[in-house]
């Protein structure tokens, strides 16, 4: 086993997003992509005023969605007349493919809205396709305990043999929730030609071999190199992060806002087709 080591570690950036929810961003920031991950968005407030404006409605058009809410409750309408309420530890899988026009608006005044967006490229040959969704309860989320009261909830993928709520994806996506008391090690094989990502969002680990290990703070993240291991071992408060890793599509990214897609050519007919009406017929 070749164990991946901490390439580039990633310092989130406060930002604002919608109807101005504050939240960090980490991948996305200055154009900088993992592919296929183009976008990892944290949110996280007790402050309604930080989230209450929400998403209202707004365009995508040649990528996915993952929204994953820890605490709170939003719901979600498109176009199409679908709604569905998100809540506390369920996930959206929402592929955009050649539009959608949707809006994600918080259902609550006040409390604890927490929680993450991912961004997921599509290959070109998918780009252009039907709209669709999963939405996946909490109570379908596998939860997987570690050595040491640590756990793992397998969102996508596998762990130690549990498949994940979201079996399969054209990127063949790993998306897991680790949590781990202090000094717990975790190890999981990833393919090594699949891109890796681990993002840190309350207290510490170190990834890499135990020799050379780097440490990533929270609402911080890591590229990972090459290898087909990943290793972590929480820092002294204990860690919880996320592992995100798929195979790469390695052809060309032209990104303007919610529209990506191959070429210029292809954005400019995308925001036609929102601008004409086009869009919202997908």
Do not use: C
């Not at 605490?71 to 569905?84: C, I, P, Q, T, V």
């Not at 530890?89 to 592929?95: A, F, H, P």
């Not at 999963?134 to 939860?143: A, L």
């Not at 202090?182 to 071999?209: I, Q, R």
């Amino acid at each position: 086993m070749t164990t991946r080591t901490v390439q580039r570690l990633v310092q989130s950036m406060p930002t604002s997003d919608g109807a101005g929810v504050k939240l960090r961003r980490s991948l996305g920031v200055n154009g900088l992509r993992h592919d296929p991950f183009l976008m990892l968005d944290e949110f996280a407030s007790e402050n309604p005023n930080d989230y209450i404006a929400g998403f209202p409605s707004h365009p995508h058009r040649g990528f996915e969605t993952v929204t994953y809410l820890l605490d709170g409750h939003m719901l979600h309408e498109d176009h199409m007349g679908n709604r569905g309420d998100l809540k506390s530890g369920g996930v959206q899988w929402m592929t955009a493919g050649r539009g959608i026009i949707h809006s994600e608006m918080p259902q609550q005044l006040e409390g604890r809205m927490r929680g993450f967006q991912l961004w997921i490229n599509l290959p070109a040959k998918e780009k252009m396709k039907a709209a669709g969704y999963r939405d996946i309860e909490p109570s379908e989320i596998p939860v997987v305990e570690t050595p040491g009261r640590g756990r793992v909830k397998v969102i996508a993928g596998s762990f130690n043999g549990v498949t994940g709520a979201v079996a399969a994806s054209t990127t063949d996506v790993t998306y897991l929730d680790v949590e781990l008391p202090s000094g717990a090690v975790f190890t999981h094989p990833v393919a090594g030609d699949h891109s890796a990502y681990v993002y840190v969002f309350e207290g510490s680990a170190s990834f890499g071999p135990s020799d050379t290990a780097r440490a990533v703070d929270t609402h911080s993240g890591a590229l990972l190199s090459s290898g087909d291991e990943v290793r972590a071992e929480a820092g002294p408060e204990g860690a919880r992060f996320l592992l995100l890793a798929a195979r790469p599509i390695k052809e060309p990214i032209v990104q303007y806002g919610p529209f990506v897609m191959n070429t210029r050519d292809e954005i400019e007919q995308a925001i036609r087709d929102y601008q004409s009406g086009e869009l919202a017929k997908a």
